[in-house]
């Protein structure tokens, strides 16, 4: 079974502060995992994916995520927080079945910066 | 290309009113699903359809029914609206990994 668990459901963090949020995934098999974005009254943006290929995984807006097997985490991080980055920011796993990928979300952390 | 579309945006029911969510998507994918958010419980899946012609259960499926009406079309209904079921939902349809989303239906149920 899959499942991911991230903690903190609200993150504060001054403009220019690091970004830190956390995500701990479970799965039987090699996982897929990824980061989502949600910006006010829209739907999910993919931020990043993790394929197997290298542990550090760069995606848009700054952002980059590593995998760590031994810890079973995909935590999110950006240097430097910008206004534009606040937002709700959602950590999924997949795992392929015999009826396609299935995505599992975790409950999401509601990011704010802080001018 | 229009990628995933939704209609309506927002929609206010009555308890035990029916209404139909409308998913379209012009990627020519096989699989669409349907998701429902609602605060601090993150995305769960409430149906979806691996290929045209077929559906399967997700995490949450009661009190709802789909079809899929072609390759393109996905539809969520509701035959008698609950208030457990004001939530907003996400069509989506993936391609391999990549999971692409629809604007999204806020609905309300009095």
């Known amino acids: 079974a899959q499942s991911v668990t991230q903690l903190g459901s609200h993150v504060s963090v001054s403009e220019g502060a690091l970004v830190l949020l956390r995500c701990n995934y479970s799965s039987s098999v090699p996982p897929y995992l990824f980061w989502y974005v949600q910006y006010p009254n829209q739907g999910l943006q993919l931020l990043l994916k993790?394929?197997?290929?290298?542990?550090l995984v760069k995606g848009i807006n700054g952002f980059e995520a590593e995998f760590k097997k031994s810890e079973t985490s995909f935590h999110l991080t950006k240097p430097s927080a910008h206004m534009s980055d606040a937002a709700e920011y959602f950590c999924?796993?997949?795992?392929?079945?015999?009826?396609?990928?299935?995505?599992?979300f975790g409950t999401g952390t509601s990011l704010t910066v802080i001018p | 290309n229009a990628g995933v579309t939704q209609t309506p945006k927002f929609q206010v029911l009555k308890t035990g009113q029916s209404m139909t969510l409308q998913c379209a998507q012009d990627?020519?994918?096989?699989?669409m699903y349907w998701y429902r958010q609602d605060p601090g419980m993150g995305l769960r899946l409430i149906y979806y359809s691996a290929s045209e012609g077929t559906t399967d259960k997700g995490e949450v499926p009661n009190g709802y029914n789909v079809s899929r009406l072609n390759k393109r079309e996905f539809s969520l209904r509701l035959e008698s609206a609950a208030p457990s079921q004001t939530s907003v939902y996400f069509c989506a349809s993936p391609s391999g990994l990549d999971q692409f989303f629809g604007p999204g239906t806020r609905l309300t149920v009095l």
């Open positions: 990627m020519n994918h096989n699989s």
């Open positions: 993790y394929t197997s290929a290298a542990t």
């Open positions: 999924a796993v997949s795992a392929y079945t015999n009826t396609g990928n299935q995505f599992y």
